[in-house]
């Protein structure tokens, strides 16, 4: 746990007990915090920055496109060697990483996190990497808030929301956009909007604001000045617009599980290297503007400069063949996808943010550019159909279609195409969720019932610890034991009223209670006569430690009705959880979530 001198830190807490209020200081902390985040976001983006830097030499120029096949494989080899050397450690993808602590640690997220994606995101993007830095900043400021708020003794639910604060601040300070930042944290971390955790938000938000303003100044990563207004004729366009952002979304998805599932199947991570090196490398050198986090093309398409976003190929192309270029901006996008996905499974570090803004940024402009060329009596604004794609894909893809609307709002200044943009988030997320239930960040989580909702009652039972609620204090039998042990050996020295029967492997064969051997206690000539075996009958249920969830072990009290249930671990009998237990621990629980 972070910790300062102790004596100094004792004093502090003492005085901050005395004069300030609880609400107070989580307030403090919030701007601390966001702070933080907003320093770690900076710091990110310099360092990938200084490493492109050098690729920019005259030296280098001359040599683009075969470097290009060759700086990826460089940055995932150093990012494999400070893993395997240095950290010796995983490090998940943040938002993923970061919802899972909440969801199943407490919220206590390890100090590594800190550095750890702090070094090997501006080494996988820097060097070419086609993955994004959000995530990565993410992981950074969470860590951060985690661990602040452990460092000054705040409980549970402040660790949760100081992280979320953290969450924020990291979006508003890589976007300068601190409304969309606290709508992202509402939204992907589950937070609940009550008052008193909406101030926080907002202080930490403003905090990373500001940071970024005092080491960045004016300048931000989308430059684009809204000129085209909204017209009520587009209106058909935008839905179909929508309906392909939504089946994108689900192509970009799919393709990320896919190729993940594929390179999980090599358990050396250098065999891992080597196929998704040669890989990422493959597709940088016939596809260069996949190279990076993709601001470039995405500033470019903006001001309507295609060329510049295409920037040169291997290939001898008649880039005046309008139809030419949208077949390179269609490719940009397909192979955005498999390129981030095979950077992730090569070992790079990064985020996924970034890769879907690229791909729905390059797709809404191909989407208008083939209306304008097809010949029809129809013209439309090419830099608004590229803004809305973005926002298309975000909402599909990443499951946020609030974060996607004012996102794209705030740092285009977009206000204006508020109608268009409610209508492209709310179908592609529509249609994303139908053949995608959960978002990248998440899929994982629900599938092991590990995923934080604005469900609170969930919330509550996915918290609960199962070590803590099962009791493993009972006396064992066997099933050649008779009665007369039993009553000796077991029942006289057991406050229990059950006890489970388990063979020589320790596997659970049944349970005896007290009410089946009542009616025989003081037979003493059946002492000798009658076994384990003939007594233990099956119990309402069993539990699995490895599969059961809190959600399923309350349902399996309830659809039983029993008062006790079995737990096995790994086949073995391991304990029971009783029904009064677990309700105390669910109270308990759900007063820590609602003070």
């Avoid at 452990?150 to 953290?166: E, P, S, V």
């Amino acid at each position: 746990m972070p910790s300062l001198t102790k004596k100094p830190l004792r004093k502090f807490l003492l005085w901050k007990y005395k004069y300030i209020s609880e609400r107070q200081f989580i307030y403090a902390l919030s701007i601390l915090v966001g702070f933080l985040a907003g320093l770690g976001t900076v710091t990110l983006k310099n360092l990938t920055h200084y490493i492109r830097l050098l690729f920019k030499l005259e030296f280098f120029n001359n040599y683009q496109n075969s470097l290009y096949f060759i700086f990826p494989m460089i940055g995932l080899f150093l990012v494999y060697v400070i893993k395997q050397i240095w950290l010796k450690k995983h490090i998940g993808h943040g938002i993923s990483s970061t919802l899972y602590a909440i969801s199943k640690l407490n919220g206590i997220i390890p100090r590594y996190n800190i550095y750890a994606a702090l070094i090997t995101a501006p080494l996988t993007a820097g060097f070419g990497g086609s993955v994004g830095l959000q995530g990565p900043a993410v992981s950074v400021g969470s860590a951060l808030g985690s661990n602040a708020a452990r460092l000054f003794r705040m409980n549970t639910k402040t660790r949760m929301l100081l992280i979320g604060c953290a969450a924020a601040g990291a979006m508003a300070s890589m976007f300068k956009a601190p409304i969309a930042a606290i709508i992202f944290a509402i939204e992907i971390f589950s937070l609940d909007i009550a008052f008193a955790s909406l101030v926080p938000l907002l202080l930490a938000s403003v905090s990373a604001v500001v940071t970024s303003y005092m080491f960045l100044g004016t300048d931000v990563l989308l430059r684009f000045q809204l000129t085209d207004k909204f017209e009520i004729n587009d209106i058909a366009f935008y839905v179909l617009l929508a309906v392909v952002t939504g089946l994108a979304s689900v192509y970009f998805s799919k393709v990320f599980f896919g190729i993940t599932n594929f390179f999980k199947q090599f358990e050396s991570r250098a065999v891992r290297l080597i196929i998704g090196g040669l890989a990422i490398g493959t597709m940088l050198y016939f596809v260069p503007p996949l190279y990076g986090e993709g601001y470039g093309i995405m500033n470019n398409l903006l001001k309507g400069d295609h060329l510049a976003a295409i920037g040169t190929t291997p290939f001898d192309l008649d880039l005046t063949n309008i139809w030419i270029v949208i077949a390179l901006l269609l490719g940009i996008g397909i192979f955005k996808a498999i390129a981030m996905t095979t950077t992730f499974g090569a070992g790079g570090v990064g985020g996924v943010f970034i890769p879907t803004l690229v791909m729905g940024n390059v797709l809404g402009n191909a989407f208008a550019k083939i209306i304008n060329n097809m010949g029809l009596d129809f013209h439309v604004s090419e830099s608004n159909f590229t803004l809305i794609g973005m926002t298309g894909l975000m909402a599909g893809v990443l499951h946020a279609p609030l974060t996607a609307i004012f996102l794209i709002a705030e740092i285009t200044g977009g206000y204006e195409l508020f109608v268009p943009l409610m209508i492209v988030s709310a179908i592609s997320f529509a249609i994303t969720k139908y053949y995608v239930s959960h978002s990248i960040y998440t899929l994982k989580l629900a599938e092991r019932g590990e995923l934080m909702t604005h469900d609170k009652d969930k919330n509550v039972l996915m918290v609960l610890d199962i070590d803590k609620v099962v009791e493993t204090n009972f006396i064992i039998l066997k099933p050649e034991m008779k009665l007369g042990d039993i009553l000796k050996n077991a029942v006289a020295k057991s406050s229990r009223n059950h006890f489970p029967v388990v063979n020589d492997n320790h596997e659970f064969l049944g349970v005896i209670r007290l009410d089946d051997i009542r009616h025989m206690m003081f037979d003493t000539e059946l002492y000798d006569k009658v076994d384990a075996a003939s007594l233990l009958h099956a119990d309402a249920g069993i539990i699995n430690y490895e599969s059961d969830n809190m959600n399923v072990i309350m349902d399996k009290f309830k659809s039983s009705g029993a008062w006790n249930l079995p737990v096995v671990k790994n086949g073995k009998y391991y304990g029971y959880i009783s029904r009064s237990k677990l309700l105390t621990a669910y109270r308990q629980q759900l007063i820590n979530f609602t003070q």
